[in-house]
């Protein structure tokens, strides 16, 4: 096949290609099998992790538990078996990892989100301070992030503001390297290739004005199948509706673009995830380097990456962190998290209703109105009803949370149903019972967890891997037997149902459960976001000023965005919005409480930097007579800093050349002379510092200075 493949080519020499097949063929025969390392790799750091995490765990939690109200017992339960769960699968050196991070991050002012993902379910990532979420408070499977049944390796996901993010890699793949020198990083390559709409695209391109209806030859423009553009952009366009009858109708045209199809065009590296490695990786899958990411950068791809069982941290950005970290050192507060909101404020709750302006996951025309059809007064009084040991505080954070997974396409099959509070009838009072938090609805992927532990036998552990089996479509048949007669067991012996009866309530359930796999959500993911979105409320609310002036930074140089805040500020705050303006504008969007004020900032001109701001604003509290006595002022300063530098220039290479220089006539480097130059300071400096080096050479009669002798 591949000789033929030569021959029709007909661009080399028969006994060219026929040598290189051999030798492809010899080289393939010395390959020897060998078995890839598939074990898990979570990193080790210490040589007692248990002592160090133990210590860790005594100190913090002291100080995460000391105002809260809680039962001990149930909390040093969960302490005990979270721990030996780690310990048993290893991780307890890789959340140590994470819980340096996050330390040091504090210490330095930056905050992650409260949580992502499953990591929330994880009572030992609160008392860490790797999240922010109480998992017993807020009701979080810890099973749904990590069990020792579970063959997939646990990873954790953190949102940082952007400007964070720099900083938070730097530590990860520098200083923690140097503290720990058994620990490996490296970013994870992407392959970025051709789509299906590019393909055809760049096929169609290359083969305008040909005949799409048999062999694609050049036609005489009278055939009714000619290619011309708006054919390629219309198919481009509506390939993903059309593909099967497009394909049917030219299938040569495709046969080329399929050839195009998925060819990988340039590489890149993933923007959040890096790998944590307790093996070298550049020895164990081979890594390199990008002129556009300063680490190094695995060969394999994430794909294979997981299947070699790595283990990763993703380091991810969101504006709505910032927002708070922000709003709340604007205004001077505690930052806000779980711990410290009252999320039973009811002014806070109707104001969420006013607008989605900054409210996160609910930010778009179609999630804010479901929002706000959801939070009826009726609909929310049938849930209250419903579930009459749920806290009030909280059943408005769940509500959120659930609307959070009907805004999704996966919620389509409930979506209008829960608008409307109604509830749906599972069969059995106890179903009902079981799934009232959700008006009936089998809305997160916790819930199937829950419910196969419960009402069919399965241990915890187990149960999340049978829900993984469920949303997969693999390897659930097994589980089938034991879910059916564990629930016909307890139905029977504990709710006095027939075997008929309970065994009909589980095929209809399983079908509902196979069903919602698909799509359902996941409730540890859900919730802490809902906190953000409440927390965002809460200073849209107490802290507007602070928070709409965090919000026009934030959005600066999206207009449409400018354009929102700044008419909800005109509709729903007496708020006054200011041109810019001398003494009060700095670089940024600039707050003034005392005039209820927000000014608009000077970096917002075309040309003027975010330094024009910065030092314009050092002349706010002199008095003028005029504008051109500001000018002066600004001209003056300007040039009493090039003084300055020129000096100090001055004076670093005196110093400089009579500390490198000795009586041995060693060659010298003249570092400082190479930093000014590339600081380009002025041409005066420029002739001044050649002068220096020209004396010093004619005063010591040496040539021996390694660098540049001459900054012309």
Known sequence: ????????QNSLNKDIYLKAIDNTNVMADMVEEFDLDRSNKYPKLYDDSIGVIKSKLKTKFKKRMSKKEFDLKTYTNRIKYELKTMEDNGSIDYMLIEEDIKSEMIKEGRYAGYSRGSCSGS???????ITDIDSIKYDMSFERFMNSSRVSLCDIDSDWADEDIVRV?????????????NLYTSEIVTFNTIGLKGAIRDIGGALINFNLDNSLHKTDFTKREVLTFDKIDNMSKNIEENEAEYRKKHPKFFKYVDLLNGVITSIGSHPAATIVSPVPLDKEMGTFTLTTNKYPISQLNMKEVDGLNFVKLDVLGLDNVKIINDTCKLANIER???????????KVWEHMMVSQLGIFQFQGDFAHSYLKTVFKKENIQKVIDRNPDIPQSMVRL????????????????????????????????????????????????????NFLNQFCGFTMAEADTVRRGFAKKTGTEQYIPKIKNGFIELMTSKYNSTKEEANELIEQFLIVIIDASDYIFSKNHADPYSMIGFACAYLRYYHP????????NI????????????????????????????????????????????????????????NVGIELN??????????????????NYENKIKLENYEKGLKAIDKKIKKDYNDNNKKIVPKEILKIKKQKLSASLTIELNKKIKEFKSQHNTNSIVGETSLE
């Open 1 to 8: 096949m591949l000789v033929n493949a030569y021959k029709i």
């Open 123 to 129: 009572l030992i990532a609160y008392i860490l301070n």
């Open 169 to 181: 890699k730097e530590y990860l793949h520098v200083d923690m390297k140097n503290k720990f020198d």
């Open 336 to 346: 806000l998290t779980p711990d410290n909101m009252d999320f039973n404020d009811l």
């Open 398 to 449: 769940i509500i959120m949370g659930i609307a959070n997974g009907a805004i999704r396409p996966s919620g389509t099959s409930y979506r209008d149903a829960l608008s409307k509070g109604e509830f749906h009838d599972n069969g059995h009072k106890v179903l009902n019972e079981f799934l009232a938090p959700t008006s009936g609805y089998l809305v997160f992927q916790e819930t199937i967890i």
């Open 545 to 552: 000023l602070e928070f709409l002036t965090v919000l026009l």
């Open 555 to 610: 959005n600066v140089g999206d207009m449409n965005k400018t354009n929102d805040i700044t008419n909800y500020i005109k509709l729903n705050t007496d708020i006054h919005l200011s041109p810019i303006q001398f003494r009060y504008s700095q670089s940024e969007y600039a707050m003034d409480k005392e005039t209820n004020s927000i000014y608009k900032g000077i970096q917002s001109i075309k040309t003027l930097g975010k």
């Open 618 to 635: 050092k002349f706010k509290d002199n008095i003028y007579d005029s504008f051109i006595d500001l000018l002066d002022d600004v001209y």
